[in-house]
């Protein structure tokens, strides 16, 4: 009998299952909105439908999965699959997310931190092939990351490792969602760039970044300010080198502590390419030691919308 393995990915926006053999060739899925105010309860049952949807429209049957892998927001156990209270899941308050899925399918279920999960999909499908010691960094909603160590995830003492988005950069900065000030996150997250560039905005009659946002200041997004800043526009630009200058030295500090071979920066990143990519290098090699600065890649991510669903599965393939 084929051994197959399911994929579940937990977001606040949008839940996603897989089934994808021993090769990690998927060969079904299933996207649904997580409706995050209405709960853990709500997400769970529409979980479970969703599983046996994502095996039934495969023609396989349950006794088939060999192991279920979940990627989700932390914080959360490994060990035990206990979630946290992630800030995008309200309600998920100590959720035995791993003893659910158990006992609803009686398949062993490992619950993992996402971007630990991407980082570990990058090192073993993506852009960290052949690389020891590999650190991911997610630059979307937030700025988290996952270390991968000669491909084992690592976790630190309780599951908190790679929190690389919360290291204060400036202690009277702009107010983080960890209740912090001057993270990392707080200066370079997508929200970030936006509250910068709707501030910025005001002062600057001459700027495209408004018009890309049809005039709504409240509609000014990351995407607008990368758009003005492909088309020349001197507040973008600023803007762009900005965030590159807080990412490289961010990162200019995770190298010279970690010492890796690379580092994979997914989403904003990717979308910005070089605009973004070639500045953050620049200061990456100015403010980290020469050594570790010498050794280290900075990368775009490469499995690009697939990484969700390879996240999950990479835990039990």
């Known amino acids: 009998m084929d051994n197959y393995v399911v994929g579940i990915d937990i977001g606040g926006t949008k839940l996603a299952t897989v089934v994808a053999d021993d090769s990690c060739k998927i060969v079904n899925k299933v996207r649904k909105p997580t409706l995050a105010d209405k709960g853990p309860e709500y997400a769970i049952q529409l979980l479970f439908d969703m599983v046996y949807q994502t095996i039934e429209e495969a023609s396989l049957k349950l006794e088939t999965i060999r192991a279920i892998g979940v990627s989700c927001g932390g914080p959360l156990d490994t060990k035990t699959g206990v979630v946290y209270s992630p800030p995008n899941l309200p309600g998920w308050d100590a959720f035995p997310l791993k003893e659910r899925l158990e006992s609803e399918f009686k398949v062993p279920t490992m619950i993992e931190n996402d ?26 909603t937030g700025i988290g990351g996952g270390i991968v160590v000669n491909g084992q995830i690592f976790h630190g003492a309780n599951d908190s490792a790679g929190e690389v988005g919360h290291q204060i950069l400036l202690p009277d900065g702009p107010q983080c969602g960890c209740g912090k000030r001057g993270c990392l ?7 970030a760039i936006a509250r910068r560039a709707k501030e910025a905005v005001q002062n600057e009659s001459n700027s495209i970044i408004l018009a890309l ?7 000014v997004k990351s995407e607008h300010v990368l758009e003005a800043a492909r088309q020349d526009d001197s507040l973008a630009q600023k803007l762009i080198d900005e965030t590159a200058y807080y990412m490289g030295w961010g990162i200019a500090n995770v190298v010279n502590m ?3 071979d690379i580092v994979l920066l997914g989403t904003i990143a990717i979308a910005a390419g070089d605009l973004l ?3 953050i290098r620049h200061t990456v090699s100015s403010f980290a030691m020469a050594r570790p600065a010498e050794a280290v890649k900075i990368m775009p991510a490469q499995l690009g919308d697939s990484l969700g669903d390879l996240a999950a599965i990479a835990l039990v393939v």
């Open 277 to 279: 990519l070639n500045p």
């Open 115 to 140: 971007a630990n999960a991407c980082a570990l999909a990058e090192y073993r499908f993506g852009g960290g092939r052949g690389y020891n010691v590999v650190l991911y960094m997610t630059m979307s």
């Open 185 to 191: 996150e707080a200066l370079c997250s997508g929200p």
């Open 258 to 260: 970690l010492n890796p």
């Open 213 to 219: 946002a049809d005039g709504k200041l409240d509609a």
